[in-house]
């Protein structure tokens, strides 16, 4: 915890809350007025995801976190579900990865999907008003799809395997199309040549899968570049 030794007193309060699948916590940039252990804000932290199952018992954390906290799995759809408001694209996809209190008035936002967008934008790719190829549909992949169909994006294009997260995906694909005016159609990965006209006709290819991830870094979805 060499991070540990870079918080004072004045670091405003905020905490990351996560869990490995060992059950193991993490926290990052927390600190506390009081002196206490590292031990126990672990504890409770851990005990916040275990027991929390109602607004009233959320709330009770809010002193321990002034400013906010950011959550990753599995606390993402539970965090969302208990927050006093939630941003368009935390409705659409029904996650979050961020709570941020104003007084305690507390906020849920998704921010992934803003940070693709964003660097898509700085490194001089317009993509607002044209088409989107997007490969995938999990939770990184779902972050973008929301956000770019908010942001102005005109149409996409998702492709996935028929595996846990397709029916996740209709749903928000039907919301999507229902709620703005970005056309989204989900296509079950298995024709390669419709994947191909969709490419062909979009400004960007989104890779939003594991594949080519570390370990297996020579993956590739897309095997015929002609």
Same mark, same amino acid.
């Given at each position: @915890?060499?991070?540990?030794? +870079? ?16 059950? !193991? ?47 990753? @799995?599995?606390?993402?759809?539970? @965090? ?29 936002? !998704? ?11 700085? +490194? ?48 928000i694909?039907?919301?999507? +199309? ?7 159609t ?18 960007i290819?989104? +890779? ?19």
């Amino acid at each position: @915890m060499d991070y540990v030794k +870079n918080i004072s007193q004045d670091t405003p309060d905020y905490y990351v809350y996560s869990e490995a699948r060992l059950h !193991t916590v993490f926290l990052r940039k927390c600190t506390m007025k009081h002196a206490i252990s590292w031990g126990w804000i672990i504890h409770i932290l851990h005990l916040m995801y275990r027991k929390i199952r109602c607004r009233k018992q959320f709330r009770g954390f809010v002193p321990w976190a002034r400013r906010g906290w950011n959550i990753t @799995m599995p606390g993402k759809n539970i @965090m969302c579900k208990l927050a006093d408001k939630v941003s368009p694209a935390s409705e659409i996809s029904g996650a979050c990865n961020t709570i941020v209190n104003d007084n305690g008035v507390l906020t849920a936002y !998704t921010t992934d999907g803003v940070g693709f967008m964003r660097a898509v934008a700085e +490194n001089g790719v317009d993509i607002i008003g044209k088409k989107m190829t997007l490969l995938g549909a999990g939770g990184a992949a779902t972050a973008i799809l929301v956000q770019a169909a908010l942001d102005g994006v005109a149409e996409i294009n998702v492709f996935n395997v028929r595996d846990n997260f397709f029916g996740r995906a209709e749903e928000i694909v039907a919301k999507l +199309n229902e709620r703005t005016e970005c056309k989204v159609t989900l296509h079950d990965f298995s024709d390669p040549e419709v994947l191909r006209a969709s490419i062909a006709e979009s400004a960007i290819l989104v +890779n939003g899968t594991s594949v080519g991830m570390a370990p297996n870094v020579d993956r590739t979805i897309i095997t015929d570049t002609s």
